[in-house]
């Protein structure tokens, strides 16, 4: 039989510092628990155990701790984020019926030696899986020890015999403990011999095989002079250090080794755990399902409607019913309404297209108040189709999305599976087979109620949830009302020019092939330039250029590489233009093309609200966000979007510095705030300050300094990272930042306040109420609690920024309409508002665009937005 054993707490502590911070919606922190179970799976399937154990420790002094009161005494206590964990992990391997074992008085690696003992005992194998080096000391007979490492978030595994062992340190692994012995190990504060380090402690092992080896032989003539006092004088603490290293292999452990019982999960326990935990893939994974756990939604009666007088005679009902919970498919071919417990269903093939027509318009004409899970497709599919969708009241993927920004996605089954604690069954309802009398019929209206009820009871908790968190103007005044001006955007699209855009193709072609003769000139034959292998061997092999290191997978090409060796060769400048124009043609030339509609000849992005942690919007298909601007030729993409005809301009205005002035507001720093509400150049000004000279006497270089820093010091930009920006040294970068933050107090004082503030409340906030929880703050991890230090401090500033340019857009295409002009929104792109305008509402919309941006928000260091009209986009700007 081969056993496997894993070191519990080892896995957890590896898993936590190995994974990002991960939380279900209540808040629980589950990045360990989900980091043991990938490796538990991945184990299994590699290593194929006929049983499995998981030995924890327990809190009680263990035998060690009684008799040295200095045993792990310098070990930091378990950070409460990952103490959060444990109960859940223990009982997560109780529902999957893996054999758990701990004992009071002992570690877990005292149990997991008695078990491989007495494994090897009866003629079994054990793979001792832990993070843990100690456990080394275990290998021999049966037992191998299996060494588990997680950084990054990636795991690997590393399997020690006596032969590696051996191989790696040129003795037997029991060995292990007589190191331990001589050198120490600060982890366990094992003192070992004062003043022995791991090289002196190697070789006398070498030399003399073991502890006792050692000491009966401290005359030779291979132990220095030196090392011979320490060892004389350390003599008792490698006695006892040996005694603290070795693991005690004969535990009064009550399990029957031999006879381990085969594994029963409790289906039920699990489902429930792994649901609560919002674990969807491992639920899959192994197969669960909630059909053996009591039901968390209730069940509903369904009713299929087929007749038009009735299905109108439904409607007129629903008007006074409250709120409605509706599924609806994008092709609006179906629809589910919950109301108390029926959830009536009707179908597009059941009625002409003339009553289906008009019972949408009826449906959301406005008398009904409808809750909808993801509302913005179904509204630009009513749209598209020339119906007005109003009398969307609530909608749950919004709401979930603002009560945790961070989750990878908010689609209706994993939304379902965070707040009700149930899998969704799967619903296709523009599927024929599932609406044929002969197919699912009676399954797809089960399905469309459930998912129906989960609307409901979605919605119970996070409405309640917005209003507690002070989310309700946010919610109500500024992303629900936005959802439909989206819908309305993504429906107009906007004119492009596709004749000039294959010219501006064509002109790319002309000069990349340009660029490749060159290339292959330059490096003296032809290679596959698109091939960061082949390309790395020409550069640091062929040609000799300065080579960063070597990875794996060959050397690494990427734009920062190439950057820092462009002037050694000309060929390296060419590649870099060669890349930029390729990547031009590809993603944004042929990939526009792609996307223009056959049927009005505009593009029609899809703007992404619920994306990004700091509540700005994205577009995809196409992402319209990362139109180059750093470049000329970039800019030039501009020219291809257009005015739809001789009689239409398009207006742009973009808020001047946004961020900065909300920085400045936040801070309440007056010198900022001064030089803002003076109108000053705001990097020249803080130029001046920080160089203390006038501002007619500041340079573009200072002024291109101070830029940098402007616009990093809320990222928490490093003195490295400024020195590359701006091209000096660390210290000078650093010396830098000191003078900025002495310049602006306020800004400083913001910096540290925030950043104090998160870590006792656990989240920020913007200046309108939108929160991101940041469990980074507190972990025991360098590199993790420097990211949530980050986004303590930026968050608050870009997500504010966000909200007000999301607030501008809600007022323009109000005002649009209250004026009753035909201009109309029609891009949005960061701090950028796009209209598309009639000639003669030209000069009306620019003034409307421009107010109406300013007063999104009063603030100390006012709002600047400067709007200009064009035939293209480019022409705008």
Same mark, same amino acid.
């Given at each position: 039989m081969k056993i496997m054993v894993i070191d519990g707490n080892s896995i957890l502590n590896r898993a936590f510092y190995g994974i990002r911070q991960l939380s279900n919606h209540e808040g629980l922190p589950t990045n360990a628990v989900y980091g043991f179970l990938a490796t538990l799976f991945k184990l299994r399937e590699d290593e194929k155990p006929d049983r499995t154990v998981v030995c924890f &420790?327990?809190?009680?002094?263990?035998?060690?701790?009684?008799?040295?009161? +200095?045993?792990?005494?310098?070990?930091?206590?378990?950070?409460?984020?990952?103490?959060?964990?444990?109960?859940?992990?223990?009982?997560?391997?109780?529902?999957m019926g893996v054999v758990r074992c701990e004992l009071a008085g002992y570690e877990a690696d005292d149990l997991i030696g008695t078990i491989s003992r007495k494994a090897d005992e009866n003629g079994d194998t054990c793979v001792v899986v832990t993070g843990d080096r100690d456990s080394l000391q275990l290998i021999g007979g049966g037992t191998t020890v299996l060494l588990v490492s997680t950084k990054m978030g990636q795991t690997t595994y590393e399997t020690y015999d006596t032969e590696k062992f051996r191989e790696r340190y040129g003795f037997d692994p029991i060995r292990l403990i007589d190191l331990k012995a001589l050198m120490g190990d600060a982890s366990d504060n094992i003192p070992g011999v004062p003043g022995i380090g791991e090289k002196t402690a190697m070789q006398l092992l070498h030399d003399f095989g073991s502890l006792e080896g050692v000491y009966a032989n401290l005359e030779d003539e291979k132990i220095k002079k030196g090392a011979r006092a320490k060892l004389e004088a350390g003599a008792q603490s490698a006695k006892d250090s040996y005694w603290l290293a070795t693991i005690d292999r004969n535990a009064p452990l009550a399990l029957d080794v031999a006879n381990l019982p085969e594994e029963h999960r409790d289906e039920a326990a699990l489902y429930e755990l792994l649901t609560r935990l919002e674990f969807k893939n491992f639920i899959k994974k192994l197969g669960l399902s909630g059909a053996y756990t009591a039901p968390r939604l209730p069940e509903l009666r369904t009713l299929r409607i087929q007749n038009a007088a009735e299905a109108f005679g439904l409607l007129d009902a629903l008007t006074e019913a409250g709120r409605v919970f509706a599924v609806i498919p994008e092709t609006l071919g179906a629809m589910c309404l919950l109301e108390a417990d029926t959830a009536a269903m009707l179908f597009a093939d059941d009625f002409a297209d003339a009553d289906w027509d008009a019972l949408l318009r009826r449906l959301f004409g406005g008398a009904i108040e409808l809750v909808l899970?993801?509302?913005?497709?179904?509204?630009?599919?009513?749209?598209?189709?020339?119906?007005?969708?109003?009398?969307?009241?609530?909608?749950?993927?919004?709401?979930?999305?603002?009560?945790?920004?961070?989750? +990878?996605?908010?689609?209706?089954?994993?939304?379902?599976?965070?707040?009700?604690?149930?899998?969704?069954?799967?619903?296709?309802? &523009?599927?024929?087979?599932?609406?044929?009398?002969?197919?699912?019929?009676?399954?797809?209206?089960?399905?469309?109620?459930?998912?129906?009820?989960?609307?409901?009871?979605?919605?119970?908790?996070?409405? +309640?949830?917005?209003?507690?968190?002070?989310?309700?103007?946010?919610?109500?005044?500024?992303?629900?009302?936005?959802?439909?001006?989206?819908?309305?955007?993504?429906?107009?699209?906007?004119?492009?020019?596709?004749?000039?855009?294959?010219? !501006?193709?064509?002109?790319?072609?002309?000069?990349?092939?340009?660029?490749?003769?060159?290339?292959?000139?330059?490096?003296?034959?032809?290679?596959?330039?698109?091939?960061p292998k082949q390309l790395g061997e020409v550069l640091f092999e062929k040609l000799h250029l300065p080579a960063p290191k070597k990875t794996k997978t060959g050397y690494s090409t990427n734009v920062d590489v190439l950057e820092r060796i462009a002037e050694d060769h000309p060929v390296v400048p060419k590649i870099l233009e060669y890349r930029q124009l390729t990547k031009l043609k590809s993603t944004y030339v042929d990939g526009l093309l792609k996307v223009v509609s056959q049927k009005d000849g505009r593009i029609h992005t899809h703007f992404q609200q619920t994306v990004t942690a700091t509540g700005r919007l994205s577009s995809t298909d196409p992402n319209l966000q990362n139109i180059p601007?750093?470049?000329?030729?970039?800019?030039?993409? $501009?020219?291809? !979007?257009?005015?739809?005809?001789?009689?239409?301009?398009?207006?742009?205005?973009?808020?001047?510095?946004?961020?900065?002035?909300?920085?400045?507001?936040? +801070?309440?720093?007056?010198?900022?705030?001064?030089?803002?509400?003076?109108?000053? %150049?705001?990097?020249?000004?803080?130029?001046?300050?920080?160089?203390?000279?006038?501002? %007619?006497?500041v340079t573009p270089q200072m002024r291109s300094s101070c830029k940098a820093v402007n616009f990093g010091i809320v990222y928490g930009i490093s003195d490295f990272s400024l020195a590359q920006d701006i091209g000096v040294t660390r210290k000078e970068a650093g010396e830098f930042i000191r003078a900025y933050l002495a310049t602006y107090p306020g800004v400083a004082k913001y910096m540290e306040d925030i950043k104090e503030n998160a870590r006792e409340k656990g989240y920020v906030s913007t200046l309108f109420g939108r929160r991101r929880a940041l469990p980074e703050l507190k972990s025991k991890n360098f590199n993790i609690r420097s990211f949530g230090e980050r986004v303590a401090m930026n968050?608050?500033?870009?997500?504010?920024?966000?909200?007000?340019?999301?607030?501008?857009?809600?007022?323009?295409?109000?005002?649009?309409?209250?004026?009753?002009?035909?201009? $109309?929104?029609?891009?949005?792109?960061?701090?950028?508002?796009?209209?598309?305008?009639?000639?003669?509402?030209?000069?009306?919309?620019? $003034?409307?665009?421009?107010?109406?941006?300013?007063?999104?928000?009063?603030?100390?260091?006012?709002?600047?937005?400067?709007?200009?009209?064009?035939?293209?986009?480019?022409?705008?700007?």
């Open positions: &420790d327990v809190r009680e002094k263990t035998f060690r701790h009684l008799k040295f009161d +200095s045993y792990k005494a310098t070990r930091k206590g378990m950070p409460d984020e990952l103490a959060a964990q444990l109960p859940v992990m223990k009982e997560t391997l109780d529902a899970h993801d509302a913005k497709p179904v509204a630009a599919a009513l749209l598209a189709r020339g119906i007005q969708p109003e009398g969307i009241v609530f909608d749950t993927c919004l709401a979930a999305y603002l009560l945790d920004p961070t989750q +990878s996605g908010y689609d209706l089954p994993r939304v379902a599976l965070a707040y009700c604690s149930t899998e969704l069954p799967e619903l296709d309802l &523009d599927d024929p087979a599932a609406v044929s009398p002969l197919g699912g019929q009676e399954q797809t209206e089960q399905a469309c109620a459930r998912h129906a009820g989960a609307v409901r009871a979605i919605y119970q908790e996070a409405a +309640s949830r917005v209003e507690e968190l002070g989310m309700r103007k946010l919610y109500y005044e500024i992303e629900l009302p936005l959802m439909r001006i989206l819908a309305e955007m993504e429906t107009v699209g906007c004119a492009v020019a596709p004749d000039e855009l294959r010219a !501006f193709g064509e002109r790319l072609d002309v000069r990349i092939h340009e660029l490749i003769a060159q290339i292959y000139r330059d490096a003296d034959g032809e290679f596959n330039i698109n091939s601007v750093r470049t000329e030729l970039g800019r030039e993409l $501009r020219r291809m !979007f257009v005015a739809p005809d001789t009689e239409h301009v398009l207006i742009d205005a973009d808020y001047s510095q946004i961020e900065l002035r909300v920085l400045a507001h936040i +801070s309440q720093d007056a010198h900022m705030i001064e030089a803002f509400r003076s109108g000053q %150049d705001i990097h020249a000004a803080t130029a001046a300050k920080v160089y203390h000279v006038p501002l %007619d006497e968050t608050p500033i870009q997500g504010t920024a966000a909200d007000i340019i999301k607030i501008a857009m809600v007022r323009v295409h109000d005002r649009l309409l209250r004026e009753g002009l035909e201009s $109309r929104l029609i891009l949005q792109v960061h701090d950028e508002l796009i209209l598309e305008a009639p000639k003669t509402e030209q000069e009306t919309a620019m $003034r409307l665009l421009k107010e109406e941006m300013e007063a999104a928000f009063v603030m100390d260091a006012p709002l600047v937005a400067e709007a200009k009209a064009g035939h293209s986009w480019y022409d705008t700007k």
